[in-house]
């Protein structure tokens, strides 16, 4: 174990030391404000203050983590070796950045409740980041930054063993609507006829009538094939099914469709299933309260994991509202547009709200790379090289890469040409050295 000395025992101390001694480099931590327990301890210690103590391992603090509320932070990013830090350090700190604090930053998404631009759907873009704006967003640096302090404990404690953690992945399959013509209605039917009507798109009416009446599957029936990938593949797939009401903003199918909940529940047999969450969910409780139950009911279980739409986050209501609902895992933090590390990692972390200067239960799962990012690059090649990268940014931290593709993303449509073997390649580097 180790041991902190400080001078105070902050909640935001206790959520950065945590995320990365033991999320991290799995290590468990305590803390203590008695010199005498901190002399007597035997193991690994290091202390935390504005001054050192002795010839201890130290690092000193920046006032971020003592203070409480929002401040208008000053932020001025440096470059440190490979990758970038903020908070700069004085000469007899361990390390040139206080990695705790501006850990911390980035893990509350601190930047969030700042005065911000949002764009036409309400969210935070990345052109508003910090990362962004300092070209770290391809990087998962709190992941960086703790190994490069843990080199420092090896070379301070060489009999000490940290335990190594393995690079992983876990697949996220979005599914804002099961199927593009079956199960709508006869009402959305002849709407969606009437339009290709208008549009001259005989192309697409034609398909429509194959799949209606039984010729041809449904473009966005790929269930099959990806439940073909789940049983072949060692990594556990994330469903993600809307079951939200109609909406202008939500087109799936009716939840009350018996076929539609048999779908769902051949899908769970195989793959975790979660609920995306419809976008009038995101801002009215009792909205989401109700979609949960409904999951609830076809799952016959307690609901684990949610997905907001449109990957749109209001913080901190919408996480204190999975948080009042008892929905443990969150998967939304992240950016549609732009492939990186939005909380700055490629470790699960616990929401820490900031109003309340508490750490709460829900687990929030950054997704890193979304398959709409990869459309506006041309060429197959370029694709894969760009997957390949942020691939390799995970692995080089031994740390879980989390892509979203949807459903219809499997289609032969031809926009998603060449997005099956990318599918493949993410599954493959699970498995290689």
Request: glycine share 4%.
């Amino acid at each position: 174990m180790l041991l902190v000395y400080t001078h105070k025992i902050s909640p935001r101390l206790k959520y950065a030391f945590k995320h990365i001694f033991t999320r991290i480099l799995g290590v468990p931590v305590n803390f203590t404000t008695t010199i005498e327990d901190f002399i007597a301890h035997d193991s690994l210690k290091m202390s935390y203050a504005k001054q050192p103590l002795s010839n201890e391992i130290f690092v000193r603090s920046h006032d971020i983590l003592f203070e409480q509320g929002i401040s208008d932070v000053e932020i001025n990013v440096h470059d440190w070796e490979e990758t970038k830090c903020f908070f700069i350090n004085g000469e007899k700190s361990a390390i040139p950045f206080d990695i705790f604090s501006a850990s911390f930053y980035l893990l509350s998404r601190y930047e969030e409740y700042l005065p911000h631009v949002k764009d036409d759907y309400g969210r935070f873009t990345p052109q508003e980041s910090i990362a962004f704006n300092h070209g770290f967003l391809h990087q998962p640096v709190v992941d960086i930054w703790a190994y490069k302090f843990r080199k420092i404990f090896e070379h301070n404690y060489p009999d000490f063993q940290f335990p190594e953690r393995k690079y992983s992945i876990k697949p996220i399959i979005d599914v804002p609507s099961a199927y593009n013509f079956k199960l709508k209605g006869i009402m959305r039917t002849l709407g969606g006829t009437a339009k290709d009507i208008l549009s001259f798109n005989f192309k697409k009416l034609y398909y429509r009538y194959m799949v209606l009446f039984g010729f041809k599957r449904d473009t966005y029936d790929t269930f099959k094939y990806i439940i073909n990938k789940q049983k072949h593949s060692s990594s556990k797939f994330l469903f993600f099914f809307l079951i939200g009401d109609y909406s202008t903003y939500d087109k799936g199918v009716d939840a009350q469709k018996r076929k539609f909940v048999t779908l769902i529940k051949q899908v769970a047999d195989y793959c975790q299933v979660g609920l995306k969450a419809s976008y009038f969910a995101l801002e009215d409780i009792d909205i989401l309260k109700k979609e949960k139950s409904r999951m609830e009911s076809i799952l016959n279980s307690s609901l684990i994991a949610s997905r907001q739409s449109f990957s749109k986050l209001n913080l901190p209501e919408s996480y204190r509202n999975l948080v009042e609902l008892e929905i443990l895992e969150d998967y939304t933090m992240g950016y549609i547009n732009h492939p990186g590390f939005r909380a700055g990692t490629c470790t699960p972390f616990l929401f820490y709200d900031l109003d309340y200067e508490i750490q709460t239960p829900l687990k929030i799962t950054s997704y890193h790379l979304l398959d709409y990012s990869l459309l506006k690059i041309h060429s197959l090649l370029d694709k894969k090289k760009a997957l390949n990268e942020i691939i390799s940014q995970v692995k080089q931290v031994n740390g879980e890469f989390v892509p979203v593709f949807h459903n219809y993303t499997f289609s032969d449509v031809d926009r998603w040409k060449g997005f099956k073997e990318l599918f493949n390649m993410i599954l493959e580097s699970a498995h290689e050295d």
